[in-house]
């Protein structure tokens, strides 16, 4: 039985990072709306952490769960919100603190024979970011740190296994964080810290037989990381049962096409490829506005996939490459807001299959992990994020195949170059935007009137926010040359500079 924390979601922007950490102690972890305790169902919870929130627990509408309940069956974690709602519900005070504390503090007056603070001392750094502070605890609790502005930064019952912090031992600046959080998945909880890629990739293995018994099953390769990882799975898992199905609209970069399918093939991957270049290209005839283009690439690719599948016989499943921030439940104070991404929205209701998501539990890192595990290639594996759209969202204005021809000869020669200087593993995404622009130039003798192509290169760690990547200036100045040197109808480089926000990652 594969052991657990849960972490109780309150809607806190950190509560996906408490899963990382928990992760990162090779723990499984799983994070559930606050409201959706799986009481009754509880196989393998070892503990409960109970995540930040934007509300106040005074609030009218905070959101509230049975403490005692919990605390009865569990170990608890309160972390901010969940400390003061701990707090506030077994009969302590919560008030707003007359000014909000944001940034570091140095704990002081640490109880290191607590389990929760074993090994951690008197000056560690925590993170503080809270607007109400506790200014009473329950009767049976007693305090275990302070900081010189809050009193109960830590705290923990004498009667029950339940602690609190006021802080966020889940951010890097946290320096003693992940000893707090190891204290209380190991020593507290008694994690046996086995959960690996390995171990992951067992019992996912194990489960998709059971699952899925003899049936069929179809799944849509993209060529990203995501889908590989879930065909190479479902592949160990039920063979030559799993057809992949690798769509080429067109808007694929240099060779891709060619190159992926080898690839799976290599992989061992029962996949059929399907040249659907020419259906995408007349529907996408004079079409400049970008959600149009998505909307008509989105349609054509479900109809494609659609037809492919219907000539296997008797398929009962469609498999996914979904992720879990994908999945995720994210709450909002204005009601519960469900965040769910499919990067083909849409198919299963129509196709009338079941859905199989084996990743949809694990992060972007811990895929590529399982990928490396299951040993495939590393190019596969580390490839740079690319738009479901492709090469369409990043020609502005109408497409056609010339347009194409020329960002993928400018963009070949971009990323081979980044590849080629090591530069590629630096950055997180990278590509050519062509532009709807003429400029004039001159080349030997020749007046010359052709496009400007900009380079895009951004470093981020989940495409939330970007900073344009500092790439030096003898490579951009290297990859300019070459591109107006070998591409024939482009006169003028530029480089993006700008960052997200205001800015976005593609242009369209
Ligand atoms: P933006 O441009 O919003 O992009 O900063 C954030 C990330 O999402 C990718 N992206 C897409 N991926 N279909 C996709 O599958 C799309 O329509 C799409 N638009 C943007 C983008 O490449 C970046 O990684």
């Not at 393998?44 to 959101?63: E, H, N, T």
């Not at 895929?367 to 490839?383: D, F, K, N, W, Y």
Request: proline share 4%.
């Amino acid at each position: 039985m594969q052991e657990k924390i849960i972490i109780l979601d309150f809607g806190s922007q950190t509560t996906q990072l408490i899963a990382r950490r928990v992760r990162e102690l090779n723990i499984y972890c799983e994070i559930i709306p606050y409201n959706k305790f799986p009481f009754g169902d509880e196989e393998g919870i070892i503990g409960v952490i109970l995540s930040g929130s934007p509300l106040s627990v005074y609030d009218k509408d905070a959101f509230r769960v049975d403490i005692t309940r919990l605390a009865a069956a569990y170990p608890l974690l309160g972390i901010c919100y969940g400390a003061q709602l701990m707090a506030y519900t077994l009969g302590g005070n919560v008030e707003p603190a007359p000014t909000r504390e944001y940034g570091r503090a140095c704990l002081a007056e640490v109880d290191s024979d607590d389990l929760l603070f074993k090994g951690i001392d008197a000056g560690a750094q925590v993170w503080m970011s809270h607007g109400d502070t506790i200014t009473a605890l329950p009767d049976d609790f007693k305090v275990l740190a302070s900081t010189p502005e809050v009193r109960f930064a830590a705290f923990r019952s004498t009667t029950r296994r339940m602690w609190g912090v006021q802080f966020h031992p889940e951010v890097f600046h946290s320096t003693c964080g992940m000893d707090l959080l190891r204290n209380f998945a190991v020593s507290i909880c008694g994690a046996h810290c086995t959960w690996s890629a390995e171990s992951f990739i067992d019992s996912t293995v194990d489960e998709l037989r059971r699952q899925l018994g003899n049936d069929k099953v179809v799944l849509g390769l993209s060529g990203g990381v995501d889908s590989s990882v879930a065909a190479v799975l479902l592949n160990r898992a039920i063979g030559s049962r799993l057809t992949c199905i690798f769509v080429d609209h067109g808007m694929l970069r240099k060779d891709e096409f060619t190159s992926v399918l080898r690839d799976y093939e290599c992989l061992g991957l029962n996949v059929v490829g399907v040249d659907a270049s020419a259906r995408f290209f007349k529907d996408l005839e004079g079409v400049t506005d970008p959600e149009k283009k998505r909307k008509i690439i989105g349609a054509d690719f479900i109809k494609v996939f659609d037809e492919e599948a219907h000539k296997i016989e008797d398929v009962r499943w469609l498999a996914q490459g979904t992720i879990y921030p994908d999945c995720i439940e994210s709450l909002s104070i204005t009601g519960t807001v469900i965040k769910s991404h499919h990067n083909v929205g849409g198919l299963p209701e129509k196709m009338n299959l079941r859905l199989c998501e084996p990743l949809r539990l694990l992060f972007k890192d811990e895929v590529r992990a399982v990928g490396r595990a299951l040993g495939m290639p590393e190019h596969l594996i580390s490839r740079h994020p690319f738009p479901g759209p492709g090469l369409a969202v990043r020609i502005l204005g109408d497409i056609t195949p010339e347009k194409v021809r020329i960002l993928q000869e400018a963009d070949h020669i971009f990323i081979q170059g980044l590849r080629d200087s090591g530069l590629y593993d630096k950055v997180w995404q990278a590509g050519v935007i062509l532009l709807p622009v003429q400029s004039v130039g001159v080349m030997g003798d020749e007046r010359t009137y052709e496009r400007a192509v900009a380079l895009r290169a951004v470093t981020s760690t989940d495409a939330m926010t970007a900073d344009w990547a500092h790439l030096p200036y003898e490579f951009l100045a290297g990859v300019s040359n070459e591109i107006i040197r070998k591409v024939r109808g482009v006169n003028r480089v530029c480089y993006d500079i700008s960052s997200k926000p205001p800015a976005t990652i593609e242009w369209e």
